[in-house]
């Protein structure tokens, strides 16, 4: 139900701007993620955004290079990658909740989350 775009091939030091839509999922008032996951490595979470938009927490290794955004009006989940590093290559999810709710720094889990996208590939390299 969730569709990303926006990856691609870039150079290191780059930016990317992912999107998530959906045309059956309002984002609106719901929890929502992304997450990462590398070649032979674990699916991790990179950032997230509380239902009422007013908590986003980011994993150490992206903190101050990536952020999080939701518009309401286009129904659509954003998130900002800038001076992008080799070790960012992955395949990229977006993930939203149904019910979840929490503030602060908590961080939700993979499996907190009820929707998935296909996932989108960021590839960073010289």
């Known amino acids: 139900q969730l569709v990303e775009s926006g990856g691609g091939l870039v150079r290191p030091g780059q930016s990317l701007e992912l999107s998530c839509t959906s045309d059956n999922f309002g984002f609106h008032g719901r929890a929502i993620g992304w997450f990462r996951q590398a070649p032979g490595k674990e699916r991790e979470r990179i950032s997230c955004?509380?239902?009422?938009?007013?908590?986003?927490n980011y994993a150490d290794s992206v903190k101050g290079r990536f952020t999080i955004s939701r518009d309401s009006t286009t129904n659509t989940v954003t998130l900002m990658m800038n001076n992008l590093k080799p070790e960012d290559t992955a395949v990229y999810y977006c993930a939203a909740a149904v019910h979840l709710d929490y503030s602060g720094t908590y961080f939700p889990t993979e499996s907190e989350y009820d929707y998935w996208g296909q996932g989108t590939q960021v590839t960073v390299s010289s």
């Open positions: 955004m509380n239902p009422n938009g007013r908590s986003t």
